[in-house]
Each structure stands twice: as structure tokens, then as C-alpha cells.
């Protein structure tokens, strides 16, 4: 896959993340409440942070190894959140999905539907076979979201994770081609 192609749903459009929304993405991805149920996003987050974050998200979208999309309200409205796909595996047709919502969107569904809309798009146009997802046990919302999508718990990985110096178990869900109805 060459260039991110754009989702819709609706209420939400999903596209390609610009450069032009690192200020955006540092404001929203650096509150702590986004940063500390996320494994990989560090706080503070920075500015350049965001940048190179944007910039390896465009390589990897170019090897077919990821696919994340910006999520928006609104065709050229400021960026909400953030969904895509990870670790995405031609091989065994397998992939990662990841999402969060700016806190000042929360409880709107909006997480629901964008991951939803990443879900649909690893079935219909990357063909995968089995999608997961993982959420640590202290976001019970995380996993109310990936059931929403289908998704079913498989098990508990525990002490999975390292966040800010303490131990945390991890919920893992996933979803096979053959369970969407």
C-alpha cells in the first residue's frame, strides 16, 4: 500500500496524518489521560515527537507494515484521534489495531466507530484473516470498544507491559475474518 487511502463513516473521516497536524497530535497525544493507557506514547509528548512519529507512520505505510489513520469530525476539521492497523502480516494475514480519542471527545462513540471503520478495512481491502487488539485491565472502555467491533476476549497477559515503572496486565481481544457477520 502506497499512501493511506480515506475512510468514512457517519460522522468521522479517517485519512493520511500531515505534518501540518504534529500540534495537533502533540496536544492530543501528550494529556496524560491518552498517554497512560498507551503503551508506546511517551509523556510529555513533544513536538518533534509527533513529527517523527508522522514520518516513520509514512514509511511503514509504505512497506504495508501499518496504516494509521488521523480521525476527524469533519472533512479539514482539527485532528480527534487516532486508529490503525500495526505489525500488519502479509503472510498470516494478521494485524494489530490501535485507536484513541482525544478526552475532550470522549463518551460520543467515536472511538467505536473508527475502529470499526479500521476493522472493515483490514477484512475488505487488506484481505486479513485475523485482527487483534490489546488493552490494559485499568481501561475497561478500551475493551468495551473492541467488543463493540466484534472482537472477543482470547486471555489475560499478565504483567505484559511496563508503564511509567509498574507492571501491567494486558486484555487480549481479537477477531477473525469468518466471526464478522
Known amino acids: 500500500m502506497n499512501a493511506t487511502p480515506t475512510l468514512r463513516t457517519s460522522r468521522l473521516l479517517l485519512g493520511a496524518f500531515d505534518p501540518a497536524d504534529a500540534p495537533d497530535l502533540q496536544r492530543l497525544a501528550g494529556a496524560r489521560e491518552i498517554a497512560d493507557t498507551t503503551v508506546a506514547i511517551p509523556h ?19 512497506r504495508g507494515r501499518a496504516t494509521n489513520f488521523a480521525v476527524r469530525l469533519l472533512p479539514g476539521s482539527p485532528l480527534i484521534g487516532c486508529a490503525g492497523l500495526r505489525d500488519i502480516d502479509p503472510e498470516h494475514l494478521q494485524a494489530e489495531l490501535g485507536f484513541w480519542i482525544g478526552h475532550e471527545w470522549w463518551g ?73 457477520t
Do not use: T
Not at 44 to 62: F, K, M, N
Open 44 to 62: 510529555p509528548y513533544e513536538l518533534d515527537h509527533a513529527l517523527a512519529w508522522i514520518g516513520h507512520q509514512r514509511r511503514e505505510s509504505v
Open 108 to 180: 460520543h462513540g467515536y472511538a467505536r466507530e473508527a475502529a470499526a471503520a479500521v476493522v472493515r478495512f483490514g477484512f475488505e481491502q487488506l484481505g486479513m484473516n485475523r485482527i487483534c487488539a490489546h488493552h490494559m485491565v485499568r481501561n475497561p472502555a478500551a475493551g468495551r470498544v473492541l467488543a463493540h467491533v466484534g472482537m472477543q476476549r482470547e486471555g489475560l497477559l499478565r504483567e505484559r507491559v511496563r508503564k511509567w515503572g509498574v507492571y501491567e496486565d494486558v486484555v487480549l481481544y481479537a477477531i477473525l475474518r469468518e466471526d464478522r
